[in-house]
Antibody, heavy 121, light 106 residues
């Protein structure tokens, strides 16, 4: 059974940093691309970032480019999102999602339950 | 960035009726379009990928069609559990989502 478990969310002040993690199990992690998708309270889905199976291809939404960094550790079956210079508009539930292929442009076939990030003073 | 526009924003129907949801892309995405269902308090679930292929375990009442810039998700006969928010997503150029269509009980 595929499982994606996010962690690392919390309350953080504007301008500070936070690192999210996603622990994956139930599939061959290094065969698939992985993504972060967020959802602000009461709003729709926003793709944040994606990383290919070997980290060779990485993409970011314009809203986070230059502030967020995605990475993965295939030996640990883990995905990360380093978030710097956080803003109030980054407040959202952050989902980890598995791509259905090895590149960064895939349907997202499995999702975690999300970790909540709140940016507020 | 490819923008996806979904219509209508809200669709009010009764169980047993047919639902037709639309998604229009700002430029061609070929057939690289997916549909997701999200219920309150839950993560999204993949329904349709590559415009017309049902994901694993998705009932046959869900179908997708279209190519290029215009796409449709059809639910042939609504079940009570189908009332939710639906999102389209393109993967032609990284990933973007539409703003969603809320399917509510009339």
């Amino acid at each position: 059974e595929v499982q994606l478990v996010e962690s690392g969310g919390g309350l953080v002040q504007p301008g500070r940093s936070l690192r999210l993690s996603c622990a994956a199990s139930g599939f061959t992690f290094d065969d698939y691309a992985m993504h972060w998708v967020r959802q602000a309270p009461g709003k729709g889905l926003e793709w944040v970032s994606g990383i290919s199976w070997n980290s060779g291809s990485i993409g970011y939404a314009d809203s986070v480019k230059g502030r967020f960094t995605i990475s993965r550790d295939n030996a640990k079956n883990s995905l990360y999102l380093q978030m710097n210079s956080l803003r109030a508009e980054d407040t959202a539930l952050y989902y980890c999602a598995k791509g259905d292929c090895s590149s960064t442009s895939c349907p997202l076939d499995y999702w975690g339950q999300g970790t909540l990030v709140t940016v507020s003073s | 960035e490819i923008v996806l526009t979904q219509s209508p924003a809200t669709l009010s129907l009764s169980p047993g009726e047919r639902a037709t949801l639309s998604c229009r892309a700002s430029q061609s995405v070929s057939s690289y379009l997916a549909w997701y269902q999200q219920k309150p308090g839950q993560a999204p679930r993949l329904l349709i990928y590559d415009a017309s292929n049902r994901a694993t375990g998705i009932p046959a009442r869900f179908s997708g069609s279209g190519s290029g810039t215009d796409f449709t998700l059809t639910i042939s006969s609504l079940e009570p559990e189908d009332f939710a928010v639906y999102y389209c997503q393109q993967r032609s150029n990284f990933i973007t989502f539409g703003q969603g269509t809320r399917l509510e009980i009339k």
